[in-house]
């Protein structure tokens, strides 16, 4: 089952800097409606078994521009449980109000979203505290419970809001709570979840916040950005990549479409100012971070060895058919339980963890609290241990990611390199695709 989230278009509220909960008086603004039409022309093409929308208005006009102009406008449906998170204590006040009149339960609320309190009004006049976070959580597992079994092999769409769109995320992740603020959701903002079954069963998150249909290539850096922001960049395609071999840390180069790939990704990123560099010391990512920096004078490119793939040993130069000959049930495990594999004379993942954090580490430092962007090019299990140390994942995890050849992930450090990590896009390959889906053709091994 394939399920495209949205954010809805920007709002009257949204563009005063006021915090909108559970307010229904927002309405989108021109540029939010502008931006709904940007997003039906990208989803041309897309047949949506059925849509879901939250019921505040500017979820509702989002939807139905998006619907309106595919033609699918009688696909939606109404749904309170993709309401906002409910914050009455703070609605329909200025953020910087928040921030002045409530600094307490505001640090709390950006430190430790989790612990966040506040008291609810209850029908018989009294006050019911209780945990917005939470509750959000809460209320996106019971909307997961209830619509995967009716949905199997259908493709849906969500309208819905920042706060809830991020819990449907985790949820179905396993991003806990106090990890709400490591994902962003831009307005008219594009994810898409892969769900194999019903609730509990795998899933992959197959893009996050991508923004390139709305003209906006990377999503904006947060207000007051103190710290760095890093472009994480999955290598080009190989030939091992297309002919489906274990490559792992023999050294095999781009072929002719992986440097393609690499320079439909310069041509992505021209407009960015990129400040540094840092690639794994093996050919593939170093090709295509040379072709990603070429022209770009002055800028060094720094290589780990710590970021190089996944060693495989034995498994190496081989496809799956023989793997599977010669370690029966191996490969199933790899693909169901790889935290518990150890390749025959090669590395299991939490090797690669400990070595690619560390190196994730080094970077940092050497990076410091400047707001600048960079370049980091590595590899497929490389990149995904990465990203699932940074959302909270584990071992377990890392095939809920994924990392096309050629994609780029954002991530930034709004509070410097001391605070905590987010995730403001994953895997954006429109450029490579010329759509909001990844078309890349070499899978993950």
């Keep these: 089952m394939r399920v495209i989230i949205l954010r809805h278009g920007q709002s009257t509220y949204n563009s005063q800097g006021r915090i909108q909960g559970r307010s229904d008086l927002s309405v989108l603004t021109d540029r939010g409606r502008e931006d709904a039409r940007l997003t039906s022309a990208a989803f041309q093409g897309l047949e949506f078994d059925v849509a879901y929308a939250s019921p505040l208005q500017r979820a509702q006009q989002t939807a139905t521009t998006v619907l309106s102009g595919l033609e699918q406008q009688d696909r939606l449906q109404t749904d309170d449980r993709l309401l906002e998170i409910d914050l009455p204590l703070w609605e329909t006040m200025f953020n910087q109000e928040v921030r002045e009149k409530y600094a307490a339960e505001y640090q709390t609320w950006k430190e430790r979203p989790h612990k966040l309190k506040m008291l609810r009004p209850q029908a018989d006049g009294t006050q019911q505290e209780f945990f917005p976070v939470l509750a959000l959580y809460e209320q996106a597992t019971t909307f997961w419970q209830e619509i995967l079994p009716q949905h199997q092999g259908q493709?849906?769409?969500?309208?819905?809001?920042?706060?809830?769109?991020?819990?449907?995320?985790?949820?179905?992740?396993?991003?806990?709570?106090?990890?709400?603020?490591?994902?962003?959701?831009?307005?008219?903002?594009?994810?898409?979840?892969?769900?194999?079954?019903?609730?509990?069963?795998?899933?992959?998150?197959?893009?996050?916040?991508?923004?390139?249909?709305?003209?906006?290539?990377?999503?904006?850096?947060?207000?007051?950005?103190?710290?760095?922001?890093?472009?994480?960049?999955?290598?080009?395609?190989?030939?091992w990549n297309r002919a489906g071999k274990f490559q792992g840390q023999i050294d095999v180069p781009l072929n002719e479409y992986g440097?393609?790939?690499?320079?439909?990704?310069?041509?992505?990123?021209?407009?960015?100012?990129?400040?540094?560099?840092?690639?794994?010391?093996?050919?593939?990512?170093?090709?295509?971070?040379?072709?990603?920096?070429?022209?770009?004078?002055?800028?060094?490119?720094?290589?780990?060895?710590?970021?190089?793939?996944?060693?495989?040993?034995?498994?190496?130069?081989?496809?799956?058919?023989?793997?599977?000959?010669?370690?029966p049930g191996e490969l199933e495990r790899w693909h169901t339980h790889p935290e518990s594999v150890q390749m025959p004379e090669g590395e299991n993942l939490q090797d690669i963890w400990d070595r690619a954090t560390a190196a994730w580490g080094r970077i940092l430092v050497q990076v410091g609290d400047r707001s600048q962007t960079g370049i980091v090019v590595a590899h497929d299990a490389t990149n995904k241990v990465l990203l699932c140390y940074l959302l909270g994942l584990g071992l377990a995890d890392i095939w809920k990611i994924k990392q096309g050849n050629g994609a780029v992930t954002v991530i930034d450090y709004p509070d410097g390199i001391e605070g905590q990590p987010v995730i403001q896009a994953l895997n954006i390959t429109s450029y490579l695709s010329g759509g909001i889906l990844d078309k890349t053709a070499a899978g993950a091994l």
């Design 259 to 327: 440097r393609n790939q690499a320079s439909l990704a310069a041509e992505f990123l021209k407009t960015t100012e990129i400040d540094f560099g840092f690639t794994s010391s093996m050919l593939r990512p170093k090709e295509t971070a040379e072709i990603i920096l070429q022209g770009r004078t002055g800028l060094g490119l720094n290589e780990d060895p710590d970021l190089r793939e996944i060693g495989h040993g034995l498994w190496e130069g081989k496809f799956e058919s023989e793997i599977e000959a010669e370690y």
């Design 155 to 239: 493709t849906i769409l969500i309208v819905a809001h920042n706060g809830i769109n991020r819990a449907l995320i985790s949820t179905a992740l396993g991003i806990q709570p106090a990890m709400y603020h490591s994902i962003q959701q831009s307005n008219c903002g594009v994810t898409v979840l892969n769900f194999s079954g019903g609730w509990g069963d795998s899933v992959q998150l197959e893009s996050l916040n991508q923004t390139s249909h709305l003209g906006q290539k990377l999503p904006t850096l947060r207000p007051q950005n103190q710290g760095p922001r890093f472009l994480l960049v999955r290598h080009g395609e190989t030939d």
